[in-house]
């Protein structure tokens, strides 16, 4: 099953290397990771998605919580939560495939965030599966060039992840 | 309020730490701080041969003494030599704490003269690491590395010292941090008290109940409770390697070693047990065997500081995450005045395993007749009965450990050190060498082959330097006898390169070194040759002795199989 884990880390050299060593280290997967810092300088906050069995899971998040620049973690989808990515997509928009792409982007709620005459740079957030549909859509007009953030998360309701 | 500078904080650090020894090896990038050692006289630096001893030396100190090793290196080759210590000192959870010397700030990631990424080398095998990017923040740092290095589950820490932050011309206030605090690291002082209740509900109706305790006994300084708790029980114990002498092997209860190349009657009793009381033990796969045969009729309560080693392998049903000592103690006053249920049932638990026992008893190795190459068996048995089960006993990698292991009977705890995790070849003779520094008055022996000793045999300089009196018993059997056995098993006795091809003459060696060698080749010979061999507790020994070139180690697990399937001998099995 898919998780995503937040983790608040210790904003030191090296730290992000430890958590990322530590999934290559013990053969975990890693699928998206996403890391920039939080209102206090001091930390970080990184958000992983991986796909494993409970019991994968389980050892993940006390091995992470074992690294010492490891503050504090929460395993999101133990809860509701809310799902985030961000992804920019150059497609061709000629003849035409302008138009549907606009209409496209409008469908997706969307946004073209850049033009030239031959094609646009589309701005979309949304869930993975979202993004993913997006593409599918675009296939057929020619995807020039995507860039994706990775999952972001946060929990549903009055659950905060803080010191 | 002192100025100091990095190098001269870094020496009073150490001596404020309480640290006796430092095991190091000078170079450019930790001159300063070799300079700073120099003026002053507090911490003894002992000069090894090759960086990888120096770690060997102080993970020994450590683990016989419980106090962190320390190992002071330069930069580029001096750290790189120091790997693969520090990775045996983590597979096994020793508190040590590595300086090592780094090229100047301003040249890092320039590909500098003597320049690697030590911290990033090292990152999967340390506890964790520190660079020190401001001459001021040394107190601190050390201090978070020795109190990260010995608490919780310890493990080695390393600190990487550019050499810009040990000028001498640059100084800053010094003062010795008594205290530090880290915001992520809280290690557990006690076990959930819910589930060691639970825990114990479950000893006390057991009928078929085994004590499994490891390392973790052994650095919790958790001895005496085990001892007093499996007592009171009256249930039978079984220990893993690293957790040897844990509890008193010369006492009934105790079932020996299990796993691998564990007793029958552990084995045996782990297999046919429907309660497994685990103490600092990690169900490692030497020990399990094919975890999905494992133990299938048993409970499992596990007990262990580090949540990452519960259910890791194997799922526990009573998990408790907590130092050995606390929970052992605690389990100890919930035990008092209460009696086992089924008293019947572990009499009848008894008299099984004591049938085990008796099935083996007086098999388990061939002892060699006159004229006949003496076993390594009998020899580790003599150097037991010479030593009166007292020694330290350090063992490098391969048979003549788990022979080591087998036959000297230990009864405390600290006394084998030996690389169980990692498997460490060389690690036996440097390791003796840091335990005999702190424990001088002890026979310290190093029981190791001609294959695993001349890995680091360099080091009879450091013993002739620093008057080290160690005893070495080498059972020369002329090849990598481990290797070779699998070889036998597993390769129809194709022995490649497992036959070690012109071994020095030890006897010259070892006289080349000023120290005393004694070849051993026949029966007669070995008393008198251990008589003389530790007579004087201060003189280091050299003992040569060939040994059967063609004996394996028994038992031997079955791979994949469960705990109970084993090979007894070269023609009998489970």
């Known amino acids: 099953m898919r998780h995503i884990i937040s983790i608040l880390l210790e904003n030191e050299p090296g730290a992000l290397s430890r958590v990322v060593g530590l999934f290559s280290q013990r053969n975990y997967n890693i699928e998206t990771l ?26 993940i998040t006390k091995h992470l919580n074992k690294l010492i620049d490891v503050v504090k973690l929460v395993d999101l989808t133990e809860g ?6 961000l992804m920019l997509v150059k497609v061709k928009a000629l003849g035409a495939a302008r138009d549907e792409v606009k209409r496209t982007v409008d469908i997706f709620r969307a946004q073209i965030v850049d033009v030239t005459p031959s094609l646009y740079t589309v701005q979309i957030t949304g869930d993975a599966a979202k993004l993913d549909a997006f593409l599918q859509a675009m296939a057929p007009v020619g995807i020039l060039e995507v860039a994706r953030t990775g999952v972001s998360g946060i929990a549903r309701g009055d659950k905060v992840l803080s010191l | 309020m002192e100025l100091l500078s990095g190098a001269d904080m870094i020496a009073r650090f150490l001596k404020d730490e309480g640290v006796e020894y430092i095991y190091g090896y000078p170079g450019g990038a930790a001159l300063h701080i070799y300079d700073a050692l120099f003026r002053q006289d507090d911490v003894k630096h002992i000069l090894v041969r090759h960086e990888q001893a120096a770690t060997h030396a102080a993970d020994g100190y450590a683990r016989a003494s419980g106090k962190p090793g320390v190992v002071l290196v330069t930069s580029g080759p001096g750290a790189t030599n120091a790997v693969t210590g520090i990775a045996t000192a983590y597979m096994d959870s020793i508190p040590m704490v590595v300086l090592c010397g780094q090229v100047m700030s301003h040249l890092i990631g320039d590909d500098a003269f003597q320049e690697t990424d030590i911290v990033g080398v090292t990152r999967p095998i340390v506890k964790h690491s520190f660079s020190i990017r401001h001459p001021s923040e040394i107190p601190e740092v050390l201090k978070k590395a020795f109190y990260l290095a010995s608490t919780g589950r310890p493990g080695p820490v390393v600190v990487d010292i550019p050499k810009d932050m040990t000028a001498p011309t640059e100084r800053y206030e010094y003062v010795y941090p008594k205290k530090v605090k880290l915001r992520s690291y809280n290690p557990v002082t006690r076990g959930h008290t819910g589930q060691i209740k639970k825990a114990v509900e479950l000893m006390l109706k057991a009928k078929r109940p085994v004590f499994y305790t490891g390392g973790g006994v052994v650095t919790g300084c958790a001895s005496e409770g085990l001892t007093d708790l499996v007592k009171k029980l009256g249930f039978p114990i079984t220990t893993t390697l690293m957790g040897i002498g844990a509890y008193p092997q010369s006492d009934k209860q105790c079932l020996g070693w299990l796993g691998m190349h564990g007793s029958y009657e552990s084995n045996m009793a782990m297999h046919h047990a429907d309660l497994i009381i685990a103490i600092g033990a990690r169900f490692d796969d030497r020990v399990t065997n094919n975890t999905s045969k494992f133990c299938p009729t048993a409970k499992i309560i596990h007990v262990d500081v580090d949540p990452s080693s519960v259910s890791k392998t194997v799922r526990a049903d009573v998990p408790i995450v907590g130092p050995a000592g606390s929970v052992i103690d605690e389990m100890i006053s919930l035990v008092q005045g209460r009696t086992v249920e089924n008293a019947g049932a572990l009499t009848e638990w008894w008299e099984k395993i004591d049938g085990w026992r008796g099935e083996r008893e007086g098999k388990l190795y061939e002892p060699s007749k006159t004229g006949e190459a003496l076993k390594p068996q ?18 490098d ?36 060498m840091g335990v005999k520094m702190s424990y001088p008055d002890d026979d310290v022996v190093c029981i190791t082959g001609e294959g695993s000793f001349q890995m680091m045999m360099q080091e009879l300089s450091t013993c002739k330097q620093y008057g080290v009196g160690v005893k070495i018993v080498n059972l020369n059997n002329q090849s990598l006898g481990m290797v070779r056995q699998w070889q036998d098993l597993n390769y129809k006795s194709r022995h490649a390169h497992s036959y070690m091809e012109s071994l020095p003459d030890f006897h010259m060696l070892i006289e080349a070194y000023g120290f005393t ?32 070139p063609f004996e394996h180690v028994y038992p031997m697990q079955v791979p994949l199989g469960a705990m109970r399937d084993m090979l007894l001998s070269k023609t009998e099995r489970t």
């Open chain 2, 517 to 548: 060698a004694i070849t051993v080749t026949t029966k007669e010979e070995l008393a008198p040759a251990l008589e003389r061999a530790f007579a004087d507790k201060h003189e280091l020994v050299f003992l040569d002795i060939k040994v059967d």
């Open chain 2, 378 to 395: 009998e020899v580790v048995e003599a150097v037991c009965r010479v030593t009166r089960g007292e020694a330290f006993v350090t063992t």
């Open chain 1, 80 to 85: 509701n939560h809310i799902e985030r990515e």
């Open chain 1, 34 to 59: 996403n890391v920039a810092p939080t209102e206090d300088p001091s930390l970080s906050r990184l958000t992983v998605t991986t796909i494993g069995d409970d019991r994968v899971i389980e050892q």
């Open chain 2, 397 to 432: 990698v391969g048979q003549h450990q788990m022979f080591a292991a087998q036959y000297y009977k230990f009864d405390k705890p600290n006394r084998l050190i030996t690389s169980g995790g990692l498997g460490t070849m060389g690690f036996g003779f440097p390791a003796a």
